[in-house]
């Protein structure tokens, strides 16, 4: 055998053993991905208990599919395990450099959405404020509210209609928070004068007859509900 047939032989031998190695070390390295590779292929099958059990595995694992983090989030959630549920997403968001609009939101609804409403709350607050979407800064202010952090929440809604005054949903928002914080007679004008604006909304008459009726004003409370029930106009 030549010189240039022995290289090319021992060429021959070394992709050939480097591709047996790729073959054997491929699922070493790359486990995350082949686990979820299998849940998937396991989920097409109908097997959903087995490929949901290999998704948190894989995530477990490293793989970081927002797809595949929120899916294991669920499971966990669904299975009592919120802890770690919220673990999985806050280091998920705080690896993440660059995320989709609105997952940090997407995450806090499947925390809220199943009880964990302080866990939703700091998976909002851990994102940079310039970069929250809209949606995501309404979810926030509504979270605020919600546990009675009133002057926050004001201060977002206040922020959404400096950028937009035409936010009904934020005008809303900003009226019922005043009046969860007991300024009834500072935000019944603001709900009378949307009403002006929106005769048709119905949430922004519903949060009318709600004021009318916590200032007192149990008449005009009634007269709103009944239109709201279509028996005035």
Do not use: C
């Not at 070493?28 to 959903?48: D, I, K, M, W, Y």
């Not at 450099?97 to 607050?125: F, I, P, V």
């Amino acid at each position: 055998m030549d010189m240039q047939t022995r290289q090319k032989s021992i060429y021959a031998a070394l992709l050939v053993l480097s591709a047996a190695g790729m073959f054997f070390l491929y699922p070493l390295v790359n486990r995350p991905l082949v686990l979820l590779h299998r849940a998937q292929t396991l989920a097409s099958e109908g097997r959903v208990s087995e490929s949901d059990a290999l998704i948190v595995r894989a995530v477990k694992e490293g793989a970081r599919s927002v797809d595949a983090v929120l899916r294991a989030a669920q499971i966990l959630l669904e299975t009592g395990e919120g802890r770690q549920a919220f673990s999985l997403m806050d280091q998920t968001l705080s690896e993440t450099r660059s995320t989709r609009s609105g997952l940090a939101g997407q995450m806090a609804g499947l925390m809220d959405a199943y009880g964990y409403e302080d866990e939703a709350l700091a998976l909002l607050l851990r994102t940079d404020p310039e970069g929250r979407s809209r949606g995501e800064r309404m979810y926030l202010a509504d979270l605020f509210r919600r546990q009675e952090r009133y002057g926050e929440a004001l201060v977002e809604y206040d922020r959404l209609l400096a950028e937009d005054p035409t936010n009904a949903e934020a005008a809303l928002g900003r009226i019922e928070t005043l009046a969860w914080a007991g300024e009834v007679e500072t935000a019944l004008p603001l709900a009378r004068e949307l009403v002006r604006a929106r005769p048709e909304d119905r949430a922004a008459r519903l949060t009318l007859a709600r004021i009318l009726s916590w200032s007192g004003r149990m008449d005009e409370a009634e007269s709103e509900y009944r239109r709201l029930l279509g028996e005035e106009q």
